[in-house]
């Protein structure tokens, strides 16, 4: 099944493709070329392919996407489906207020005309992002992903496409269902597994609507009553897999020296979050576009 969608232009999708090359908690999780992204996604239960291209310049954006699956697609299914891809590559997003404050500040601007057409790569579920933030604590990213991979391979989906094998990241209900000791198994760690298990239980019964339209106030006090979520991982789930920026609480080191290369001074870990909050809800986005440019090519 082949369907079209318009994002809100400029839209580069080779800059996304680039981007998820170099992230690491999704590294490897789908084939990302020069031009095209494929990956899987469960829906309903079900698994779901995808191959995304883009026609058209960044300015005139036409996005062409390919489903696959074992059975043929319902037109619900198939609106899910594409609903994901949307949201995970944030075609809908319109980058106008971001790139008209960045344009104001001059340590930035170059980075907006160098990346032009970046949009936010998300997480492909507020859940997955929930649970890479609860496994990511106070550990390597080696490990990190070793655990989210046996959780995937323990209840996830897989569907094969053009002879490669396509993985799902497991839905809340098939997490919780695992129980605390089997999750414990694929997730060890002290209070890691039961953190997974919390929020998998959490999960499975919240509507997806609140995560996305309900204040923000309201959706971060939902995520920091599961057990293990602390304010990096609501944070990191508002935008990472939501799209809301809800300050920095955790910079990093390679955040913090990326900031004083651009802005040629020292800076502390303090005055790079001021700075992401000075540009409220785009503050994301700046932190994004400076991220990037510790490993994005230039053209």
Known sequence: MSLAVQPVPPFDLSRSLAFLRGFGPMRDEQSATATTLTKAVSCAGHPVAFRVRQTGDREHPTLDVDLF????????RSADALARVRSLLSADEDLAPFYERAAADPAIAPLVARYRGLHHVRFPSAFEAAVWGVINQRI?????????DALVRRAGGRLEVDGAEYWTFP??????SLGPEEIARLVPGGRRGAAVHAVARAFATVDGSFLREAPIDDVRQWLRAIHGVG????GFVLYRALGRFDGAAVVSDRLVQAAQERYGRPMSQRDVARIAEDYGS???HWMLYL??????PEA
Do not use: I
């Open 69 to 76: 699956a074992e059975r043929p697609l319902s037109q619900a």
């Open 140 to 148: 390597g990213m080696t490990a990190a992903r070793r655990m989210k």
């Open 171 to 176: 839905e809340p209900d098939a997490v919780a």
């Open 231 to 234: 304010p990096f991982t609501s």
């Open 282 to 284: 785009w503050g994301g």
């Open 291 to 296: 991220w990037a440019s510790t490993f994005l």
